[in-house]
Structure formats: C-alpha cells, structure tokens
C-alpha cells in the first residue's frame, strides 16, 4: 500500500488566482482536489504563506487525486497549474479555491487535443507556458500524432483552448522513447527533448529530429546561434525526458539510459552526448561525459526541477526523488527521497516542477501500464523543500 500524503494546511498562490476563478461551467472535471489545500498557511512572525527551505522535501498534502497519467506541468502567470494526461490528450487546469472558503477547489478542463494517437510511451506529453502568457495567452504542447511525434500551440481563452496550430513537425516517433518534454530558456527561445523511438543511429544523424535537444523559437524556426543551423542544439541521446535552467542559466538534461546507466547531463551547445556508442561514463573523452549516473533500478529518471541550489529529479522505476545539488556548473551529492525499504512510497514519480509560492509540485505515474496504483493515483504531491 502506498502510505497517504500527509495533510496540508495549504497551499499560497497568489492574488491573481483569487481574482481569476476556477473555471467557466460546463467544462469542470470529476477528478478530486484535497480540501485541505483552502487555508493560506503563516509563517511565526505572522506573514503569510511562508515555509522553512531547508533542502529536505517533506510531502505536506495531495494537491489533486484521480489522474490518468498525468506528464506535463507548468503554471501560469497567476499561479494556477497546467496538466497534460497523456493517454486521454486532456488538458487541465489545477487550482485551489480562494484561502479561508468553504468552497471546494476545481479542476479545468480546458480541452481534449485532438490527433493525439497515444501509444505506448507517446501521446500527448509536455507542456509549456509562453514566457509572455500575458499577452498573447498561449501554451505549448508535445504530442505524438499518427505520423510523428511534434510540438502545437494553443490559445487559452475563458479556461478553454483554441484548436492546436502545428509549430514543429516531423519528430520522429515509435512505441518507445519520444522525449517529450518542452523547457523555455532565460533567452525565450523553446527547448524540446526528443527521443530515437528506438532507433538508437538516429541519436547521431545531424539530420534527423530525433534522439535530440532542440531549440526553436515560438515560431518552430531554428533558433538564431544555433550549432548546425537547424534545430538542434545537442545529439547523441537516448530518450530525454527532463529539462531544467539552473540559476546560472545553465541547461541541465535527466535521460533514460538502456541497462547500464541513466544520466544527468550537463548541455552544451552542439554536444555529443555518446548515444548508442557509449552509456554512461564509458565513452571516449571526444564525447561529453554525463554529469552524474545511476543504475536504472534506483533512477530511469524524467521530470526535472531547480530550486534552492538544488535540481530536483523524479524516477519512474526507482520510485524516488533525487535531489541534487548544482553549483558552478558542477552537480554532486545525489541524495534519494521517498525510496522507502519496498519499493517508493508514492509509487512511479514522473514530472516535478517548481510553483510560483516555491514549494515543487510532485506527479505520480502508476497508471501508466507500469505502476500499481493506489486509490488515489494518479495524483499530483505537495512538496516543502
């Protein structure tokens, strides 16, 4: 059994959400928001919404419960939460109800994305928030399609989403590896990790789209200083599924490995990052060299997070999360969190990401076909770092 989230107080967003609402009727869904996420919690000098970072996470309450596979998630500018299910292609939008009221939290349906063809490890997978959201109200998603994987934009207007318009075609896709994940960088430009579905040659073909980082602009053109004039800012890998900027602005990449070893990366532009030559730290020293590696059974690692000088990785097969701490370009002390002696506690853990009041939001993946879910799974963890 996987032991309960331990109860929240609350959890602080800002006063925007409050003005903004839960949603427009019609399109709520019937998964369930905890209750007690409604109480701003207070700091002992009575300021509100403030928590102690002292780099150990502590699960504190379940934001939302009854997911089914959850994959991408980001936040609006006011504090409300994105999330992408990859095999029913919804889009939702997470917020609680205003601090101090009765009234139960919602959860947004803003649509289902249509030509999402989910199978094995595609569908529809990452999200992200246009840098400048305010203006132009967009979102960013990676979903793999009959034909191919490929990144779409959608407008979000009164809680729903305009039909998605194709910005970058033409990914490679299979059953396996599609990378998926989507990261704006300080520059504004849209970094999407992409996987060899397989087809481990690919990871190497300067041409092909696949086994890659890439870095588009919001248009899907290649983006201006990048290393081959295309759009690929890196190559080599396997199947990347975590993408997070440090302090410094430095790229940090999470990547699944085969049966030797996954890795943390370091990117640099026009990288090699060894696949399928090399895994691991085994290859030559003409190829980049992981940051840190670990034994697929204690990582398989995805999403990723920086907080507090630390990134934050969540393991699917390892059932944990790694904090790892990030300083001058260097990563060390790998620590794992929430492993327990039988496996995790919370089961698969598959995307983490930072939330404006600074606390990281946590999604399990158990319904994935690879997990065993619990009552509530899928569902999103409150984190205090």
């Known amino acids: ?53 002292d780099g150990i996470p502590d699960v504190v309450g379940t934001v939302v419960s009854g997911l089914d596979t959850p994959w991408g998630l980001d936040f609006l500018p006011d504090g409300r939460a994105v999330v992408t299910e990859r095999e029913t292609a919804r889009v939702l939008l997470v ?32 999200v992200a928030v246009s840098p400048t959201f305010g203006t132009d109200a967009r979102l960013y998603l990676y979903l793999t399609s009959r034909t191919d994987n490929r990144v779409v934009r959608v407008t979000v ?23 998926g994940r ?6 504004g430009h ?6 060899e579905t397989g087809a481990g040659d690919l990871a190497q073909d300067k041409g092909s789209l696949a086994g890659k980082i890439l870095r588009i602009t919001t248009e899907g053109d290649p983006a201006p200083g ?43 532009p026009g990288g090699n990052y060894g696949w399928p030559m090399a895994e691991g730290r085994a290859g030559p020293p003409t190829l980049e060299q992981p940051a840190l590696a670990w034994s697929p059974a204690a990582a398989s690692p995805s999403g990723l997070a920086f907080v507090g000088g630390y990134l934050w990785m969540a393991a699917l097969r390892g059932e ?6 990030v300083a001058d370009g260097v990563a060390s002390d790998p620590t794992p969190y929430f ?12 995307t983490v990401a930072l939330a404006p009041d600074g606390r990281l939001w946590l999604a399990t993946s158990n319904t994935d076909g690879r997990g065993e879910p619990g009552p509530e799974d899928d569902r999103i963890l409150l984190v205090e770092p």
């Open 157 to 179: 207007a009164e809680d729903r989403m305009t039909a998605p318009k194709p910005v970058l075609t033409g990914i490679p896709a299979g059953a396996l590896h599609d990378g």
């Open 226 to 268: 990048n290393p081959f004039g295309t759009p690929v800012w890196s190559r080599g890998h396997r199947n990347v599924q975590g993408l997070a900027f440090d302090g410094a602005g430095q790229l940090w990449a999470s990547e699944l490995g085969d049966d030797v070893a996954d890795e943390l990366n370091r990117i640099v």
């Open 190 to 195: 849209l970094y999407v990790s992409t996987g």
């Open 339 to 350: 492993a327990g002696r039988r496996g995790g506690e919370y089961g698969r853990l598959r």
């Open 182 to 187: 989507l990261e704006f960088g300080p520059d």
């Open 95 to 126: 917020a609680p109800a205003e601090p101090g009221s009765e009234a139960e939290a919602t959860v947004t349906e803003l649509g289902t994305v249509p030509g999402v063809a989910p199978r094995g490890e595609g569908g529809l997978l990452g």
């Open 320 to 325: 944990r999360l790694w904090r790892v701490r």
């Open 1 to 53: 059994m996987r032991r309960p989230a331990r109860r929240s107080l609350a959890l602080l967003l800002g006063t925007a959400v409050l003005a903004a609402g839960c949603g427009q009727g019609g399109n709520e869904s019937t998964v369930t928001v905890s209750e007690d996420l409604t109480a701003v919690p207070s700091a002992e000098d009575g300021s509100e919404g403030m928590f102690t970072f």
